[in-house]
């Protein structure tokens, strides 16, 4: 009996739609607050953060833990609590009924985002150690690192860590996502930034494939990237390119002025790359069926046409708000030279 947490919205809504097609599965229990509707799905209303959450997988012989937020705009606290507290939760409740499998996702992210990284990355290339407290990222290293103590105490925990996810609403999108809710993209002088995604079918894919897949970690991404060029094209806007001193002293500048409570390091995409090998997946038979451009057509779509808060999320990130910054630079400049 396979379970999968976080099955009313979102990536655990997709992963159950799936599973509910497929005949060799034997009972699907879907676990979230709010029970959904799926054909095929028993539902069992539990909080993953409830020390009784044992009993509301009795019966349960592998679990997915989908029961997390990915979403930049939730206080920290709060996302911080389902994300850490809520997976602890789950990988004790694991131990405890001796599931047969425990699948995770965080994010590739936690390789960390290098100027001297490998292109493209295999999944043993070791994690970063330079996250800020509070962050997302942060976060989700904290679940490396539980997942790595429950399989040290015998738990077979399998991590999967995304590129960049396209085909879910709003609170998903990433860093590089976000921007394109700016008006220009931004580039430093001297490099060109690669964009790698992520599809939700190809991630659901991965998914079912890491239940019988050895346990382990692996990297989930679309073959190769885009360079920022492309993504420019495809999405109608206009470059800003600045130089990397400036770009960094501004955003530092502006996040201790209260401008903006976002983090410098999210610019550190403009001067490393973060290129996924998926090298483990693809050795067990997993092929991505969506390329970064049509993932980031599909992506752009979807927006355009109103899916979720496509506008209402914060564009007050370190890149939008650097954006603005030099925008008020620019116009003043030319008023001087009047």
Known sequence: ??????????????????????????????????????????????????????????GVTA???????????????????????????????????GLARVVLCTSAAVYGVRPDNQVPL??????????????????????????????????????????????????????????????????????????????VEDLVAAIELALRAPVGSYGVGCEGALPQSRVEQAAGKRRLELPAAVAMSTAERLQRLGMTTSSPRELDHLQGSLVLASDG???????????????????LARRRGGDGRAAAYGAAGATVALLGTAALVRQARRRRRR
């Open 63 to 97: 679990l997915v833990h989908l029961a997390t937020s990915y979403d930049l705009e939730e206080p920290s606290r709060s996302r911080g609590g389902l994300n850490v507290d809520g997976t602890a939760n789950v990988l004790a409740a694991a131990a405890a009924l």
């Open 281 to 299: 997946l693809r050795r067990r038979g997993w092929e991505p069926l969506w390329s970064n451009e049509k993932a980031l057509q599909d992506h």
């Open 122 to 199: 295999p999944d043993a290339a070791p994690l970063t150690t330079d996250a800020e407290a509070g962050s997302l990222l942060a976060e989700h290293l904290e679940v490396e690192r539980l997942a790595a103590e429950a399989r040290a105490r015998g738990v077979p925990v399998t991590v999967l860590r995304p590129a960049e996810v396209v085909g879910l609403p709003p609170g998903y999108d990433g860093l590089l996502l976000r921007q394109l809710q700016g008006p220009r993209l931004l580039a430093v002088t001297g490099f060109e930034p690669q964009w790698q995604l992520c599809h």
């Open 1 to 58: 009996m396979i379970a999968v947490t976080g099955a009313g919205a979102g990536l655990g809504r997709v992963l159950v739609e799936r599973l509910a097609l497929r005949e060799d599965l034997g009972a699907l229990v879907g676990v979230d607050l709010v029970p959904g509707r799926v054909d095929g799905v028993v539902w069992r209303s539990a909080d993953v953060r409830d020390p009784l959450l044992p009993t509301r997988l009795a």
